[in-house]
């Protein structure tokens, strides 16, 4: 069980020192022995919206690092997708995933400390967060996305982003965005994964998956690949939809792609991966701009009220946005992560600046 010592709490505050987000909520909660953080990284253009992960760490300082890291992609996710929201995450860090009566006291006690930042954050779903769980959170807080009787499961949304996100980088790569023939591995069959998989199949697409859970991926009746050979198979698009940090000096030299173009978070281990991708020859859609189809259909349905078609509409619009990244990268001679990431710093300068009526 994680304990509260001098230690961590040194480590805690190198972390927090370090960071260029607005405010850390820290708790620990000392029936499950889980470590609580919630991390807002930016109310510029709103209040900070983020999924809530659940996870065992190798230490709280971990699982603290990891909260800072996702609340700042969410800052630059919400902003290209002009969401009016900032970025936010919550992790909760327990020593072992809890079931039954101990995880609904944890559920309910993360929502009380959520309920207590009157809307500065607003959460959703993640990593071993379902929509019924989100459910016990919302018996004591009012902002929460991604219930059952709400939003729903975002995986949809996600995967309909991604989807049209592949079809632009297809399209700047090759001329087009016709997927018949295009070969696809999608590393990745969860709940994006295999959504993602029907939607490149119903488009024609050749798709092969990779899953550490065999079964669920031939579930979707897809060509399977071996997980280990995920990374160094020949394909047109590699799509990762999985963990993140599988991007980096040791992976990327082994790639057979011409396309990384994928739901998962923080793909690249370190910034300077964006250039490696790059300097060898394969296009990289930045994972904060492609994943955001789960944002927009959460805010979309819960907030805006939009339709099937409405939504349908701005899914597709990443893919719109993806392509001026592209032409801003090739113009200006930057990576097309640089590139995102000038957009986003973009909007919410400019949000700043407008003048209080």
Not at 248 to 256: E, K, S
Request: proline share 4%; hydrophobic share 45%.
């Amino acid at each position: 069980m994680y304990r509260k010592t001098g230690k961590i709490l040194g480590m805690f505050e190198e972390l927090i020192r370090a960071w260029d987000g607005e405010q850390v909520v820290i708790r620990y909660d000392e029936p499950s022995g889980a470590w609580i953080f919630v991390c807002i990284h930016s109310t510029a253009l709103g209040p900070a919206g983020g999924g809530t992960r659940m996870r065992v760490y190798d230490s709280p300082a971990d699982g603290l690092a990891d909260a800072m890291r996702l609340s700042q992609a969410m800052t630059l996710k919400l902003a290209v997708a002009n969401a009016g929201r900032g970025g936010g995450k919550a992790v909760l860090a327990v020593p072992e995933l809890p079931t039954g009566e101990r995880r609904r006291e944890l559920l309910l006690a993360y929502g009380r400390l959520v309920a207590s930042l009157g809307g500065t954050y607003r959460t959703a779903g993640d990593m071993n967060v379902s929509p019924a769980d989100l459910d016990v959170v919302k018996e004591v807080c009012p902002w929460v996305y991604g219930t059952t009787t709400g939003g729903g499961n975002s995986g949809v949304g996600t995967a309909r982003a991604v989807f049209h996100g592949i079809r632009a980088s297809v399209a700047h790569l090759f001329g087009d965005d016709d997927l018949r023939g295009r070969r696809v591995l999608v590393q990745g069959a969860g709940a994006v994964g295999a959504d993602l998989v029907r939607f490149l199949r119903d488009a024609g697409a050749d798709v092969l998956v990779a899953d550490v859970d065999e079964a669920r991926a031939r579930a979707t009746g897809a060509e399977l690949v071996p997980a280990a050979d995920a990374v160094t198979t020949e394909c047109d698009v590699y799509a990762p939809c999985a963990v993140g940090g599988t991007l980096n000096a040791d992976t990327i030299p082994r790639l057979r792609c011409r396309i990384v173009a994928g739901s998962a978070n923080n793909q690249l281990a370190t910034p300077e991966d964006a250039a490696r991708l790059r300097d060898a020859g394969i296009l990289y859609a930045p994972d904060f701009v492609i994943n955001a189809g789960g944002v927009i259909q959460l805010v979309g349905l819960e907030d805006r009220g939009l339709g099937d078609a409405e939504l349908e509409a701005e899914y597709a619009g990443v893919g719109e946005t993806l392509r001026r990244i592209f032409a801003d990268a090739d113009a200006l001679g930057i990576t097309t992560a640089e590139a995102a990431e000038r957009l986003a710093a973009e909007r919410v300068s400019q949000k700043r600046e407008e003048p209080v009526a």
